[in-house]
């Protein structure tokens, strides 16, 4: 679940609502990489956010946070300004069609979308780089929005519904790939999707984080690991081509409950930081 996008957002969230300090935004932003980078992708994303323009040397990770500020504006009425955005090919939920932000955003599975004042926005999309010699760089370029797009909410308990259903699907998927036809037991898939789920582990959150999107974010999590392994299993544990269809055919569906999930779990943590 956790990715650059989501880690800038939620915590930058809070820091605008108050709830968290700019140093509590700069250290989960250094988990990613040491180094972060930013800079605008076109003049009007520049004039939003008081990034240089024409000249493109990307700022530190402190203009980063400045660039937010600047973009969310000055509201009479404090509210939340940040989104996220997780797409995949054939849901594009949450960005501006037509554009290339929403062509940038694609590539890289996610980008934060910022709303200003007026109906104007900027979207934000991390690349990860290497910087010499080899240390590792996020660089966020920043997009200017015709308009911001439509969200559609996805309702955090609805999305818990559906993902005790996902868990029980996902969980005889792996068993019946673990068996094949075969019956014989030749890994241990449920320690994989334990190693799956330690490696995504380690990732704060506002201390304001509802409860219940935090249960919902690790059931989500748990079956991502489980179609994680299920899919490096299903070469060598199917043996024909329909039992690899019908595998990835079961698999596909819960991918889209994780995404759903996520989307309601996190867009309940931004806010929950504006809840006074």
Known sequence: MWCPSVSLSVWANAWLAGTAAPDD????????????????YDAVAAGHTNLPWPDVDGAAAVTL???????????????????????????????????QFERDALAAGEAVIVSGEHGSGIGLVPEFHCDEPAEPALAWTVYSLPSLPV?????????????????????DTLDAIRFGHSGADVADPRGLVEQVLESTRG???PDEAPPRALRV???????D???????????????????????DEALRPLTAVVRSARLAAVAAILHAAWVR
């Open 25 to 40: 935004v700069l250290d989960t932003l250094s988990d990613w990489a040491p180094n972060h980078s930013v800079t605008a």
């Open 65 to 99: 946070l400045q660039t937010l500020r600047t973009a969310t504006g000055r509201r009479s009425v404090p509210q939340r300004a940040i989104d996220i955005a997780l797409p995949v090919p054939g849901d594009v939920r949450g960005l501006a069609a037509g554009t």
């Open 151 to 171: 969200s559609v909410p996805v309702d955090l308990g609805e999305a818990e519904y559906a993902l005790r259903s996902a868990v029980r699907s996902a969980a």
């Open 203 to 205: 990732h704060r959150v």
């Open 217 to 223: 974010l690790e059931n989500a999590a748990h079956v």
């Open 225 to 247: 690991a489980i179609v994680t392994v299920s899919a490096g299993l299903t070469p060598i544990r199917t043996q024909t081509a329909s039992e690899a269809q019908i595998a």
